[in-house]
Nanobody, 124 residues
Framework: VQLQASGGGLVQAGGSLRLSCAAS????????MGWFRQAPGKEREFTAA????????YYADSVKGRFTISRDNTKNTVYLQMNSLKPEDTAVYYC??????????????????WGQGTLVTVSS
């Protein structure tokens, strides 16, 4: 199983990026999905999550109103639209998948699958 994250890059403050995470999961629609980020010298932190159906979304306070998580179960892909980016959003962003939503919300290390990271750099 692979979670392939992409879409990172360098952007100026105030700009936008859209991250994608393509999953090679046969039953992708059974999995809650999440995005986490790790800034230099800091611990990994929860950023956003979405239920298997896409009906429920959750955000860290630091990104609420600026980031939007969505999914396309026909493409086995989850997205993170990031608007109004700030320098403090600079981090490596990781996607994650688990059949239990609370596992994703808590960022539990026992999460079923983690993707490799994609680097987002926001310049001031």
């Amino acid at each position: 199983v692979q979670l392939q994250a992409s879409g990172g890059g360098l952007v100026q403050a105030g700009g936008s990026l859209r991250l994608s995470c393509a999953a090679s999961l046969r039953t992708f629609s059974n999995y809650a999905m999440g995005w986490f980020r790790q800034a230099p010298g800091k611990e990994r932190e929860f950023t956003a999550a979405i239920s298997w159906s896409g009906n429920y979304t959750y955000y860290a306070d630091s990104v609420k109103g600026r980031f939007t998580i969505s999914r396309d179960n026909t493409k086995n892909t989850v997205y993170l639209q990031m608007n109004s980016l700030k320098p403090e959003d600079t981090a490596v962003y990781y996607c994650a998948a688990d059949q239990v939503l609370i596992m994703v919300l808590s960022g539990n290390e026992g999460i079923d699958y983690w993707g490799q990271g994609t680097l987002v750099t926001v310049s001031s």
